[in-house]
């Protein structure tokens, strides 16, 4: 018999939205752990707000929607409250009713410096490496360090001279200039650099993401942003690695690719009870001399070369993940503070996907 179409369902729904969700859901597990971390951060998130006056949007909900806009690689927190307003799904893990209304797109805008400067994403990362249930996945002394570009929220339209000069056409017509970071800067977004990561290939606005990954499950342990150069790659690895060194207590190991094989580099690692696990450069240059790598038998003889060297290649996927399913690709936000903690934002939502397999397994 076929059944009467009835074009609006009932006013009222008896089910909650936690029954709507499946069992076996992949964000129960994530939603479970994030639950966790907030509730030790809850002392830390109230340092941030006065003691008086109207009640604010919790920032345990803020922190989960963010979570969110990471995960399924929402474009803006305009388009994240759209789907939070009709999303079942979205509402329970944000810990929002059915009936409770979304907020404000510019909700985002106002609390992201206050969370950004109380660094509670610092500090949620932290937290979540020190769960007791994460800590063990981790090593505490076998690592791996790269670097990704992060394409600029500025077009290349706004890199015009520091002095205000050639302003006429708007800067339209930049072909034949030659444009340097020391002269020029971006209109939209100053802290932005001009930069190229290959010979061959074309220059951009962009900001360079670090990360550090332990070795045993590939987490993302650490992450920093800075000025794109030539050498941001290698300041910031001795920055993150010198923490580690400092926190295991013990000499520690790091696999990089050739791009940090310079002899200060290394030299500077060792200097800080680093053993440098350095893909070996050996090209010819332009020139026809080939270079002279820093690393040497001394390091390449033992097995945990090899074993660093093929376990190093797993911080791409940590980038990948990023790009293609995160928000590390082109980043919405303008200003180094802004864009370090959406890309530290990145690095916990791709932890968050990996550490509910990773006890599973």
Known sequence: MRGKFVDQGGLFSYISPDKRVPADHPLRKIRELVRDVLGELSRSLANLYASEGRPSIPPEQLLSALLLQVFYGIRSERQLMEQLNYNLLYRWFVGLSPDDPVWDPSTFTKNRDRLQNGEVFTKFMARLLNHSKVKPLLSSEHFSVDGTLIEAWASQK???????????????????????????????????????????????LCYMGHATMENRHGLAVAGIVTHANGTAERRASEMMLKARRKAARRRVTVGEDKAYDTADHVARLRAIDVTPHVTQNNAVTKTGRTRNSAIDDRTTRHPGYGVSQSRRAMIECIFGWGKQHGTMRKTKHR???????????????YNRIRIPKLLAA
Do not use: C, M, W
């Open 158 to 204: 706004s890199f015009r001279p520091k002095d205000g000069s050639g302003d006429d056409d708007g800067g339209a017509d930049f072909h034949g200039q030659k444009r340097k970071n020391d002269t020029h800067a971006s209109t939209s977004d100053p802290d932005s650099r001009l930069y190229r990561k290959a010979a061959g290939r074309e220059a951009r």
């Open 335 to 349: 200003g180094i503070g802004r864009v370090a903690a959406d890309f530290l934002l990145n690095l916990i939502a």
